[in-house]
């Protein structure tokens, strides 16, 4: 009988060392490839694409919660729909303002 063979078991050893480095490093070249603006193309649309969601998020939203907030005011108070109105507008205000922060 022969004596078992560990050069087998150290060979399997040193592959998993070698990819535990690989992975370690493709990910450290990931973060610097994000940190220097040298993402890849496909990472690159779905960062538009996020920002592209986010930008609507930040009209659309204080435009919609001002319109309700003015129409109930106009119906707690029961008024013509002038608050409607004047909340709609300070809505429209605040979402460009937000879009001009977003983009400065």
Same mark, same amino acid.
């Given at each position: 009988?022969?004596?078992?063979?560990? #050069?087998?078991?150290d060979?399997n050893e040193? *592959?998993n060392?070698?990819?535990?480095?690989?992975?370690?490093?493709?990910?450290?070249?990931?973060?610097? /490839?994000?940190k220097?603006?040298?993402? %890849?193309?496909?990472d *690159?649309?779905?960062?538009?694409?996020n %920002?592209?969601?986010?930008?609507?998020?930040?009209?659309? #939203?204080?435009?919609?919660?001002?319109?309700f907030?003015?129409? #109930?005011?106009d119906n707690?108070? %029961?008024? #013509?729909p002038?608050?409607?109105?004047l909340?709609?507008?300070?809505?429209?205000?605040?979402?460009?303002?937000n879009?001009? /922060?977003?983009? *400065?």
């Amino acid at each position: 009988m022969m004596p078992p063979n560990d #050069s087998n078991n150290d060979r399997n050893e040193d *592959k998993n060392v070698i990819k535990d480095d690989t992975h370690d490093l493709d990910g450290r070249i990931d973060k610097m /490839k994000a940190k220097h603006g040298m993402l %890849e193309d496909k990472d *690159k649309k779905a960062k538009a694409t996020n %920002e592209g969601v986010k930008a609507g998020v930040e009209l659309l #939203s204080p435009i919609v919660v001002c319109f309700f907030i003015g129409m #109930s005011l106009d119906n707690w108070l %029961e008024t #013509s729909p002038i608050f409607m109105m004047l909340f709609f507008v300070l809505g429209v205000i605040t979402g460009f303002w937000n879009i001009y /922060k977003l983009t *400065k």
